[in-house]
């Protein structure tokens, strides 16, 4: 069965940085292509960023320069740095793990989310 599990969430001011980790385990990390997405309450779930098995990124245009997505496959682990937080960038963060299908993302498992607070 495959696990995923969030971490690094919390509070913090405009401006600031948090990490988020994700860990998988049940399954052979390396091969999927792993997600972060956010949802606030009343709106969809959005992708954040997403990398691919072999390292390829993309980004979604409002976090484009901010955050940075990344895998370390000996940890089974993925982060999301987060650098001059906004106030919008509140919202739960979810990790997915999923697989890259006619070169889209395809989300498949996801974690129980963690919540990250920007404010004064």
């Known amino acids: 069965q495959v696990q995923v599990a969030e971490s690094g969430g919390g509070s913090v001011q405009p401006g600031g940085s948090l990490r988020l980790s994700c860990v998988v385990s049940?399954?052979?990390?390396?091969?999927?292509?792993m997600g972060w997405y956010r949802q606030v309450p009343g709106q969809e779930r959005e992708l954040v960023a997403e990398?691919?098995?072999?390292?390829?990124?993309n980004y979604a245009d409002f976090v484009k320069g901010r955050f940075t997505i990344s895998r370390d496959n000996a940890k089974n682990t993925v982060y999301l740095q987060m650098n001059n937080l906004k106030v919008e960038d509140t919202a739960v963060y979810y990790c997915n793990a999923g697989q890259e299908a006619n070169g889209a993302f395809v989300p498949a498992f996801w974690g129980q989310g963690a919540q990250v607070t920007v404010s004064n």
């Open positions: 049940g399954s052979i990390f390396s091969a999927h292509a």
């Open positions: 990398i691919r098995h072999r390292g390829a990124t």
